[in-house]
């Protein structure tokens, strides 16, 4: 199993970049899904979550300007960052709960590669 995300790069304050993340491999189903984000010299920290039905939540740094969404035919989840600020530059990670199709698995947590995000005039 392989989380493969992408769409980070340079933006400008008050611009929007869009990040996707997508799930590969043997799998059976994926449950939670969530970003992430690690700016340097600081921990990573939760950005924004969203269950299997839809449901999110986002920290309070993003609220009003991030939107996580997700496609379950797709195994993929984006977040659409609007309003970008200077303090959004990290690099951002996604994360998924997933159920592998070989029997016997269990649910495990999965990480991306991580995608650099830059926001910067």
């Known amino acids: 199993v392989q989380l493969q995300a992408s769409g980070g790069g340079l933006g400008q304050p008050g611009g929007s970049l869009r990040l996707s993340c997508a799930a590969s491999?043997?799998?059976?189903?994926?449950?939670?899904m969530d970003w992430y984000r690690q700016a340097p010299g600081k921990q990573r920290e939760l950005v924004a979550g969203i269950t299997r039905s839809g449901r999110s939540n986002y920290a309070d740094s993003v609220k009003g300007r991030f939107t996580i969404s997700r496609d379950n035919a797709k195994n993929t989840v984006y977040l659409q960052m609007n309003s970008l600020k200077p303090e959004d530059t990290a690099v951002y990670y996604c994360?998924?709960?997933?159920?592998?199709?070989?029997?016997?698995?269990?649910?495990?947590?999965?990480w991306g590669q991580g995608t650099l995000v830059t926001v910067s005039s």
């Open positions: 491999g043997s799998i059976f189903s994926v449950n939670g």
């Open positions: 994360n998924a709960d997933i159920l592998e199709s070989t029997y016997g698995s269990s649910w495990t947590g999965y």
